[in-house]
């Protein structure tokens, strides 16, 4: 039986050159998938059917990578993010937020009836419906140009970066599941939000969260914040990017416009503890 339903599927997937996006696509390739894969700088090294490099961060870049990419896709996975620096805010809305939506929303169209979009958000948007309002006037924007205004007029929204775009993220999946372009030819748009994983990204993670900058330091600072109640550990690539696969396969035909965490229950607690009335799920407990 092929459960998953990839035999010989054309499937797009960003992010695909390191980390959860990475062990997508072997798991894709492995599965009897056509995968085109993009990347950024580093060399996709898997045998992909095509490998494309782009910076989604930016709408020119995009749109060149619109006329390179197939007509008609099965699957699309969308897993490219960066981390938040001092200095980055809007950078970040660009690849982790806008540039998501925008591919996503240019590429629908070339998604096959019945098919899927999987993104990969962050536990970090724990907590969106708090803050549906203001993620809804960022997707409201409408284009690009739009959208970089509002970010350029409204930097205190902007400050925690990183969080802000994956809460828009996860507004998203469940505010448009409905919305014409997906739901007119039943395409499935769902969300994964990974909780701590080793990846190329760790050590920036690890960097940005420590006031000194020392990797170690916030390594050990993220293990006491969201580690230490469960005596918990890291995740690994394939147990983010093995459940994604898993969700934009046919396995999963009858979910859309979902917000599913992987992180071992973490948020499961945080959301207990919203209920019990503590809000700061930054303080170590
Ligand atoms: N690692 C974690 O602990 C963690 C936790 C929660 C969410 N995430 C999210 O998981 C996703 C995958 O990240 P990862 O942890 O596998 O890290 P990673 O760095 O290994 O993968 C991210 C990929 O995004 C690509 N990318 C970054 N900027 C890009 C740009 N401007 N244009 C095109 N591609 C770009 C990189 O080339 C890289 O291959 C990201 O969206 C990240 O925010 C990671």
């Known amino acids: 039986m092929d459960y998953f339903g990839f035999e010989g599927k054309t499937v797009v997937i960003t992010g695909a050159a390191s980390g959860m996006g990475e062990a997508a696509a072997k798991m894709l390739i ?73 591919l996503v929303e240019a590429l629908a169209p070339r998604v096959a009836d019945n098919g899927s979009i999987t993104i990969i958000s962050s536990n970090g948007g724990f907590g969106w419906q708090e803050h549906y309002e203001i993620s809804k006037e960022v997707i409201d924007c409408g284009t690009w140009e739009k959208t970089v205004a509002w970010y350029e007029a409204h930097p205190d929204e902007l400050k925690d970066a990183y969080r802000f775009t994956k809460r828009c993220l996860n507004t998203y999946v469940q505010y448009k599941v409905f919305d014409p372009l997906y739901i007119d030819r039943k395409i499935r748009l769902n969300v994964i939000c990974p909780g701590n994983t080793i990846t190329a990204l760790t050590d920036e993670f690890n960097r940005n969260t420590s006031p000194s900058g020392d990797a170690e330091e916030g390594r050990k600072k993220i293990e006491a914040l969201f580690q230490k109640r469960w005596n918990g550990r890291w995740a690994s690539a394939e147990e983010m990017g093995y459940p994604l696969v898993a969700i934009g396969s046919k396995m999963f035909s009858y979910m859309s416009g979902q917000v599913i965490f992987f992180d071992y229950g973490l948020t499961s607690v945080w959301a207990i503890e919203e209920l019990e009335g503590i809000k700061d799920h930054f303080t170590p407990r």
Do not use: W
């Open 30 to 102: 492995d599965l009897g998938a056509k995968v085109h894969a993009v990347g950024r700088n580093k060399p996709i090294q898997l045998p992909v059917e095509k490998t494309y490099y782009a910076d989604l961060g930016d709408k020119d870049a995009i749109d060149q990578l619109l006329t390179e990419l197939p007509d008609s896709i099965d699957a699309l996975f969308a897993c490219q993010g960066m981390a938040q620096t001092k200095d980055n805010h809007l950078r970040v809305q660009l690849v982790n937020f806008l540039g998501v939506k925008y």
